[in-house]
């Protein structure tokens, strides 16, 4: 298991830390292959994080969003992690519209997920069986161990294959639309940003209990060959033992 680990006092400076630490992995990228892709996820923190991110020095125009997972809602609904994102990063930095790849929330859960799987095989230029290399995937973590949109005894958690899937959250009666292992786990960088008191037993479980990502699933990031890196805060890190 490989990961670096930086707790920080509360959930604004871990946002902002995260933040400029994708900025900077942004313009490496830009600067090796002239453009950069970054996956993101939806929650309060996060959007602490867009908003902190708009405000650095990045090349927007050369900048490609993605979506992590997205509830099957329409794109002006209070849910949308995609609403999310355009009110507080693409608005504010100015992305062009080129450069989103939205999930379509607002049809049949099924198609939008093959929809967007071919999406990201069109820009990526994917052969058969290929995995997206994403610059950045950032992702979060649920009170149960959830990340993207991959829950707690989710059989998906076992594919490597897929790209993409709709997926049932009974617990919150509603269909999302999810990224599957094989991209997080392609990703060139995959961080996790964590924060909040709710999160503390389960961050514990997650970095001191036997990995198990079928209980667990944010513990697919061990198996990132190149390591993930994790934003916490105090809150979420109390019970951890250093």
Request: net charge negative; glycine share 6%.
């Amino acid at each position: 298991m490989s990961f670096e680990r930086e707790i920080l006092p509360d959930a604004l400076t871990a946002a902002e830390v995260c933040a400029r630490h994708i900025a900077t992995q942004l313009k490496l990228a830009i600067g090796a292959r002239s453009q950069a892709t970054l996956a993101i996820s939806g929650g309060h923190t996060p959007q602490l994080m867009f908003h902190g991110l708009s405000l650095l020095p990045v090349d927007w125009s050369r900048v490609h969003l993605f979506w992590v997972d997205e509830r099957c809602v329409p794109p002006d609904d209070a849910a949308s992690n995609y609403k999310l994102a355009k009110e507080n990063l693409i608005d504010l930095a100015r992305i062009p519209e080129a450069n989103i790849h939205r999930v379509a929330g607002e049809i049949d859960p099924k198609q939008a997920a093959e929809d967007y799987a071919d999406e990201i095989r069109r820009f990526f230029k994917l052969a058969a069986g290929d995995m997206p290399r994403f610059d950045v995937v950032q992702c979060g973590m649920g009170p149960d161990g959830h990340t993207a949109s991959l829950f707690p005894g989710e059989p998906l958690i076992a594919d490597r294959a897929g790209i993409a899937s709709a997926v049932y959250a009974p617990q919150f009666s509603q269909w999302r639309v999810t990224l599957l292992p094989g991209p997080l786990l392609a990703a060139r960088l995959l961080l996790y940003l964590v924060t909040g008191d709710d999160k503390a037993q389960t961050v514990r479980a997650v970095f001191e209990q036997m990995t198990n990502p079928s209980k667990y699933p944010v513990q697919l990031a061990f198996e990132h060959q190149e390591g993930t890196t994790w934003f916490l805060d105090q809150a979420a890190a109390r019970l951890l033992d250093s």
